[in-house]
């Protein structure tokens, strides 16, 4: 028997413990000191006393490598087929405008065509989604720029929009930047809202440093009435804090505002940490953005001396806030891109898009759906293709079924192919993870 290609094995942060998982065998367990030494030595070439090895084996961390190869196989293709069943998520993009000028917004250079959302454009959107997509579970979200802009036209549109939802009996999300919620509440009262995300950077002066309106003022006040008018009408919460190195020093402080205001106590509410990257190009300096496991330590290290901050965001650790909440691993990820398989994009213009990461990139357009019908198939099947098994360097990665070749559109930003990779530090989030939510079993 050989030792499992897909084994992660390290080290626990701030242990003398060590984790093994395997997400292809579904195991995940916790080493003393001793089997992780044994362990160590085996793989510089030792032999393991019998006892441990039969444990080894039995859990799927050494393996006959034909039989592993059909497993495989096997939940390979029970990922394919788990995916054709998911529900899709359908973004819809009616302009590209907006009333913030953020110090990190990715879109500020798109150009902004001059031609407006019609109703013909969203006849001809929801005339797309029941064809393309009929029998597809389904839902839409509402993307920008920013879709709740204050005016009587842009109401009207939204009115509209919701209204052809309703009819094709589509739950709805909104991604705004919160600052013209509470003019909408009514309007969205009328719709099956399923979330409306909203940003806050930080309390106060940190989030308005960051988030401002055009043309300078505050904007953190107005956003938290909207929360708290969303909440009062049962229209679920998701509130999103872009971190960097700017602002990561606020987050317990937010923390404690969420606490306090009786949010995170409330079930219409929940929260995302969203880390500030270069996508396309980032207005802020690379010196002010975290790496992806550089946020995540810091997160850990915030933790230890503010453990409130767990009651308003609960960092995933990759797979590890999942073991924790559910006593087992989740299935292989043989795919983190839902881009053309569970997500599509579409934009007011009348132009299809793979994600939210590519509208409104003209060269990114994979066809139209106003005024007629058109796709690029072989742009679109590049995208459908993307997985672990198309791509090269996940091959011989131990850790292709917890990370998932990554972002499509940032590997193809970085390589200009769509099947490269976009490498998630597995492995350093993992050592992280064990330590915060297993360091009492240790």
Known sequence: MIYSKHNIFSRITGSDNFFIVNLLSGSADILNPAEGQMLLDFLGGKEIAGDFRLNLAGQGYLVDEKEEERLYRSKYLDFIDARAEDEVQLFFVPNYSCNFACTYCYQDEYNNTSQELTTDVMDALFRYIKLEFAGRKKYLTVFGGEPLLSSPKQKERITYLLKLANESNLEVCFVTNGYSLVEYIDILKKAHIREIQ???????????????????????????????????????????????????????????????????????????LGRNYELHHCQATSEKLFSRISLYETIYQQVKQHPHILEFYKPAYSISKFLAENGSLPDPLFDSCPACKTEWAFDYTGQIFSCTATVGKSDESLGTFYPEVSRKEEMIAAWENRDVTAIAECFT??????????????????????????????????????????????
Not at 224 to 242: H, K, Q, S, T, Y
């Open 397 to 442: 990665c131990s850790m292709q079924l917890a990370c998932g070749g990554g972002c499509g559109s940032v590997a193809k930003n970085r390589t200009g192919n769509v099947c490269s990779t976009d490498c998630r530090p597995v492995k350093e989030l993992l050592e992280l993870g064990f330590s915060a939510y297993f360091g009492k079993e240790q």
């Open 198 to 272: 909203v940003t806050l950077d930080g309390k106060g002066g940190v989030h308005d440093k960051r988030r401002f309106l055009k043309g300078g003022g505050a904007t953190f006040e107005r956003i938290v009435e909207g929360i708290d008018a969303c909440l009062r009408n049962e229209l679920p919460v998701n509130l999103r804090m872009v971190v960097d190195k700017e602002n990561i020093d606020g987050l317990p402080e937010m923390a404690q505002f969420a606490i306090d205001k009786g949010w995170t106590k409330n079930k219409f509410f929940k929260t995302q």
